[in-house]
């Protein structure tokens, strides 16, 4: 039972550069999160999801898209990154009608 | 709107109890949390209050709430080296509340240090 992964754990883009994190989860939670941690700021949502094909736009959506193809996955897509998306990204899980919200260990992403 | 204000750093010695303060806005938020960010690591939660109580114990860790003055704090009694980490206040609106649907409202940190 691995909770809630991310894959990477590191990466450097340079400007225009595409990519794309992946959050998996194995407790068949409902809804999934996407936020960025940036220094001083706290957590920030990006987008999220209540289920399976369904999506939603979080504080700071732009310059992300994110897709939900299958309840356990949850992807978050930086389409031409920029410096200001340099930030650690962490994924969240929680079941529907709990409040309790899972994270994962996070992905720190560079972009010089 | 929700925002919630956290001071920036507390530094304490071992041995000492140390309390981390947070104020919240949102008064109608259902549930607060503590969560714990050791360097260079995920967020792990450390304790959660229903709105409806004013106090949470669990082993080391209090939890006072005062939903009056909208004022939430942790304690850590007998504060350890390991203890040492950025502590985050969040709220929860209610589901569907706003168009909520179960998403955090982060303070910015407090980071706590022991020293020996």
């Known amino acids: 039972n691995a909770g809630v992964t991310q894959t990477p754990k590191f990466r450097v883009l340079k400007t225009g550069q595409s990519m794309t994190l992946l959050c998996a989860q194995d407790?068949?939670?409902?809804?999934m999160y996407w936020y960025r941690q940036d220094p001083g700021m706290g957590l920030r949502l990006i987008h999220y999801s209540v289920g399976e094909g369904t999506t939603a736009k979080g504080e700071v959506p732009d310059g992300y898209n994110v897709s939900r193809l299958k309840k356990q996955n949850f992807l978050l897509g930086l389409e031409s990154a920029a410096p200001s998306q340099t930030s650690v990204y962490f994924c969240?899980?929680?079941?529907?009608?709990?409040?309790?919200?899972?994270f994962g260990p996070g992905t720190r992403l560079t972009v010089t | 709107g929700e925002d919630v204000e956290q001071s920036l750093f507390l530094s304490v010695r071992e041995g000492d109890s140390s309390v981390i303060n947070c104020t919240y806005t949102d008064s109608s938020s259902t549930y607060l949390y503590w969560y714990k960010q050791e360097p260079g690591a995920g967020l792990q939660l450390l304790t959660y209050?229903?709105?409806?109580?004013d106090m949470k114990q669990d082993q080391r860790l209090t939890v006072l709430l005062n939903k009056k003055d909208k004022h939430l704090s942790l304690r850590i009694a007998d504060t350890q080296t390991g203890d040492s980490a950025i502590y985050f206040c969040a709220e929860s609106p209610p589901l569907n509340y706003g168009g909520s649907q179960g998403n955090l409202i982060f303070g910015k940190g407090t980071k706590l240090s022991v020293k020996p």
């Open positions: 407790m068949n939670h409902e809804y």
């Open positions: 969240a899980t929680r079941e529907g009608g709990a409040y309790e919200q899972y």
């Open positions: 209050i229903f709105s409806n109580m």
